[in-house]
């Protein structure tokens, strides 16, 4: 067997700390706040003056800094801050950041071409509780488990250096530095290459639309990133359209290209765009876009994943000729409807999506449940036409971080709906013909919850233990102040620890009868499913209710036609059974093999026909 040749890469960035071929390391900082800036080398004890230029550029170039060495920045000789671009923070984001060489990594991975979108399957995971070492290298040893289930696109929670030893990733304030807790660059990379060597695409969440509240020290020296016209939960906005904003939008930008050259990722999906705010002419998510498209995507496919409260279809516009600068969107309007017909909740969110039938078939019809209809929850219209754009334009899922942590107890859907609603639910989830996206253990129901859980300093971590709590007092079952005592502490080590996934449960008949459900429906859709979708085709789609909780759903594809019938209800529904242009059954869960003219409570099935050759 040959050996693949070993590639080295690397990001071009006009900051940060940039080893030179001559050995010499060039340190370059935006800093038009200050009066002074200087080099300080962390072993020697040293501050070397900085030149800057008229713009606020801070830089030096010093044969005394090689790979290794630990650095910070003085600022008007009173304040030492990392950098804010470091490659590696081992001190954390109060400590001193280390000069990386990103050539001095060999790829193995050089004949990696990436997947077409049709091909996604995604598997979101926390690194730090995805497994209990909760590093890098031990995420590593768990790909072949993966690679069996069938998922193809591993989906790391945010990795940008946050403050302390562990946290869900989006208080990160150091936005080139993967998280030093979890290992070396060097661990990240080897580990996208062992995913590559799987067949498995990665992606990353990255936070754009805030910087954390601990560790952020651009206010000081770089009081241009931000601006007070955009107000936002952690204080002022991100500044990408007043005065600096090029400079803000560049370092941006920058990140984005540089996690998928130098880290050679696959894509990466952007939390919460709907908070970044930008009233210039051209929008920051625009300009992302096409620097990708013009960049890593001309090489290679790259894709880009929005996550966007306002279901602003704009962004995933097919054009002819031409992949789209955001190939999909997560679509939480799929959760809320089936997560509503599987629980009964109604409270906050779920009150926009009464009935949930009639959500549920609009979203796998034509998108998006809400196109522009009045949302009572967010006060306003909300969404754009969708029905356009191909079902690989929508990431579907049953449960993720958001959906499972953010409630006080952090269940997942298997602690609060019966097995055989779940079971019913997932199915439709696999093999309808949006991208799914599963979250870690989801696929053996894991019973371990999901907990928000931080560890932030002495000034910032009782004030966030304490908000969560008071942010639960208005729903009525925690409306007691005994009761709430209950919502874990998110500062409290064991707050973590409930949250790392116990792999031994994989031994046990249940969890293995779990794991190979999941694993029977994804091998079924990349057989049979994928093929429709080859080239993004839009189908011809329609659905209609049977009574409160059943469904018909029908996409018309030009490889096939492919048809659901499912009954996510406690109750059995009158049908007329199988038409005569159905073609073959796929898959059926608790329904008759033949001749049946009721679904069962809780019963799925799916038929292909095929058109005639």
């Not at 800057?52 to 290794?68: F, I, L, M, N, Q």
Request: proline share 9%; charged share 25%; net charge negative.
């Amino acid at each position: 067997m040959s050996v693949p040749p070993t590639v080295r890469r690397a990001h071009r960035m006009p900051f940060g700390a940039s080893p030179l071929d001559d050995g010499s390391t060039r340190f370059r900082l935006w800093s038009p706040g200050a009066d002074r800036v200087e080099l300080w080398l962390e072993e020697a004890k040293r501050a070397i003056p900085m030149p800057r230029d008229a713009g606020g550029w801070a830089k030096y170039v010093s044969r005394e800094a090689p790979v290794g060495t630990r650095y910070r920045y003085r600022i008007d000789g009173e304040m030492l801050v990392p950098d804010p671009a470091a490659r590696y923070q081992p001190g954390d984001v109060h400590g001193a950041s280390e000069v990386v060489d990103p050539l001095a990594y060999a790829w193995r991975d050089g004949a990696w071409a990436g997947l077409p979108p049709e091909r996604l399957v995604f598997y979101e995971l926390h690194v730090g509780t995805f497994t209990p070492e909760g590093t890098y290298a031990a995420a590593a040893g768990k790909l072949d488990h993966l690679a069996a289930l069938g998922v193809t696109a591993v989906e790391l929670m945010p990795l940008a250096d946050f403050p302390g030893r562990w946290g869900w990733g989006y208080d990160g304030v150091l936005l080139f530095a993967p998280e030093s807790s979890y290992g070396r660059p060097e661990d990240l990379k080897a580990l996208v290459d062992a995913c590559h060597a799987r067949g498995l695409a990665v992606f990353l969440d990255v936070v754009y639309n805030h910087f954390g509240p601990e560790g952020n020290y651009l206010h000081r020296y770089a009081p241009d990133f931000f601006t007070p016209r955009h107000r936002s939960l952690w204080g002022d906005g991100i500044n990408y359209d007043g005065p600096g904003a090029e400079i803000v939008r560049s370092f941006m930008i920058h990140n984005a290209l540089y996690w998928l050259e130098e880290f050679h990722l696959d894509g990466l999906r952007l939390d919460a765009v709907n908070a970044i705010v930008d009233d210039s002419a051209g929008h920051l998510l625009v300009e992302l876009g096409r620097a990708v498209a013009d960049g890593p995507g001309r090489e290679r496919p790259v894709h880009l994943v929005l996550e966007n409260g306002a279901n602003e279809a704009r962004y995933l516009e097919r054009a002819a000729g031409r992949r789209p600068l955001y190939q999909a969107q997560w679509n939480d309007d799929v959760h809320h409807a089936l997560h509503i017909l599987l629980t009964g909740e109604t409270g906050g969110y779920y009150a926009d999506y009464q009935p949930p039938l009639p959500h549920l078939g609009r979203c796998l019809a034509e998108g998006f449940a809400f196109q522009g209809e009045r949302s009572g929850y967010r006060d306003g219209r909300r969404g754009e036409p969708s029905a356009h754009l191909p079902p690989t334009a929508f990431v579907s899922f049953l449960q993720n971080h958001d959906q499972i942590g953010n409630r006080a107890l952090g269940e997942r859907i298997t602690a609060l709906a019966a097995p055989e609603a779940v079971r019913a639910a997932t199915a439709v989830l696999l093999l309808a013909p949006a991208l799914p996206l599963l979250f870690m253990g989801e696929e053996w129901a894991a019973p371990e919850p999901f907990l928000f859980f931080t560890d932030l300093g002495p000034d910032l971590g009782p004030a966030v233990a304490e908000g969560r709590r008071r942010e639960f007092a208005r729903f009525p079952e925690f409306a007691s102040p005994e009761v709430r005592e209950r919502i874990p502490d998110p500062q409290a080590a064991s707050t973590r620890a409930r949250s790392v996934l116990d792999w031994s449960r994989l031994a046990e008949p249940t969890h293995r009868d779990w794991l190979d459900f999941h694993r029977t429906l994804l091998r079924l859709r990349a057989e049979a499913i994928v093929p429709l979708q080859a080239g993004e085709p839009v189908p011809a789609a329609s659905w209609k209710a049977l009574g409160d909780t059943a469904l018909e759903v029908t996409w018309a594809f030009p490889a096939g036609t492919l048809r659901l019938v499912a009954n996510l209800g406690p109750a059995a529904v009158p049908h007329p059974g199988v038409g005569p242009d159905w073609g073959r059954r796929l898959h059926a869960l608790r329904l008759k093999e033949a001749g049946w003219r009721e679904l069962p409570p809780w019963s799925v099935a799916f038929y292909l026909a095929e058109p005639v050759r």
